[in-house]
C-alpha cells in the first residue's frame, strides 16, 4: 500500500513565524503536491513538483515556496505565517504513469 | 474559467440508494475523479472515468456523460459508513486536478 506521511496532524504558530511542512511517500512517486483545503472551497493547488530539485506554481503560491531535495521528500515553507493561511494542508503523490494522486492525512495548521 | 459544480450537501437513508452530481467546466479533459473523504481524514479514491458511460465498483457507480460536461456518482445499499464528503475533481489539458468543493452525504438510519 502507498504510504504518504506528513511530519504533522496539528499545528499552531504565531503570525510571523516560519513554518515547515513535511511531506514523506514510500513508493518512489515522481510527482508530489501540495493543496490546502478550505471550509466551502475545493482543494486548491499550491505547488507541484516532477522530479527532485524540481518545482511548479500551482493556482495559489503566494506566501509558500517549497523544497524537494530527496524524491520521497516534499516539503512547504511558509516564510512568515500570516492568519490567512490558517487551513488544512494536504500532501500528495502519484506515480508518473497513473492519474491518480494518494493524499497524506493533512496538516491542520492555525496561525495565531 | 475552470470550474466544478457539485451540491454542498445531501441526505439520505440507510439502505437506499443516492446519486452525487457534478458539472465541470475545464481546458481540455483528461478524466474525472471520485473521491471520498471522512472527517478528518485524507481523501481516498473511488473511481476514474475517461470514457463515457457507467462504471461500477461494488455498491459504487461512477457516470461520466464528456458532451454534457457531467458526472455522477451512485452509491447503493448505503451504509452508516458511507457518510463522508464526496469529491469531485476533472482533469485539465495540463493533467492538473481542478477540484469541487464537494459533497457532505449525511446517512440517516
Known amino acids: 500500500d502507498v504510504k504518504v506521511t506528513q511530519s504533522s496532524r496539528y499545528l499552531v504558530k504565531r503570525t510571523g513565524e516560519k513554518v515547515f511542512l513535511e511531506c514523506v511517500q514510500d513508493?518512489?512517486?515522481?510527482?508530489m503536491f501540495w493543496y490546502r483545503q478550505d471550509p466551502g472551497l475545493g482543494l486548491r493547488l499550491i505547488y507541484f513538483?516532477?522530479?527532485?530539485?524540481?518545482?511548479e506554481k500551482g493556482d495559489i503560491p503566494e506566501g509558500y515556496s517549497v523544497s524537494r531535495e530527496k524524491k520521497e521528500r516534499f516539503s512547504l515553507i511558509l516564510e512568515s505565517a500570516s492568519t490567512n493561511q490558517t487551513s488544512m494542508y494536504l500532501c500528495?503523490?502519484?506515480?508518473?504513469?497513473?492519474?491518480?494522486?494518494?493524499f497524506g492525512p493533512g496538516t491542520r495548521l492555525t496561525v495565531l | 474559467g475552470q470550474n466544478i459544480d457539485q451540491p454542498t450537501e445531501m441526505t439520505a437513508t440507510e439502505g437506499a440508494i443516492v446519486q452525487i452530481n457534478c458539472t465541470y467546466q475545464?481546458?481540455?479533459?483528461?478524466?474525472l475523479f471520485w473521491y471520498q473523504q471522512h472527517a478528518g481524514e485524507a481523501p481516498t479514491f473511488l473511481s476514474y472515468?475517461?470514457l463515457d458511460g457507467l462504471e461500477e465498483k461494488g455498491r459504487f457507480s461512477s457516470f461520466l456523460s464528456r458532451s454534457k460536461g457531467y458526472s455522477y456518482l451512485l452509491l447503493k445499499e448505503l451504509q452508516m459508513k458511507d457518510s463522508a464528503s464526496y469529491l469531485c475533481?476533472?482533469?485539465?489539458?495540463?493533467?492538473?486536478?481542478?477540484w469541487g468543493a464537494g459533497t457532505k452525504l449525511i446517512i440517516k438510519p
Open positions: 475545464t481546458s481540455g479533459f483528461n478524466g
Open positions: 472515468n475517461v
Open positions: 500528495a503523490s502519484q506515480a508518473r504513469e497513473i492519474n491518480e494522486q494518494f
Open positions: 475533481a476533472a482533469m485539465d489539458s495540463n493533467y492538473q486536478l481542478i
Open positions: 513538483s516532477y522530479d527532485v530539485k524540481m518545482k
Open positions: 513508493m518512489d512517486h515522481e510527482n
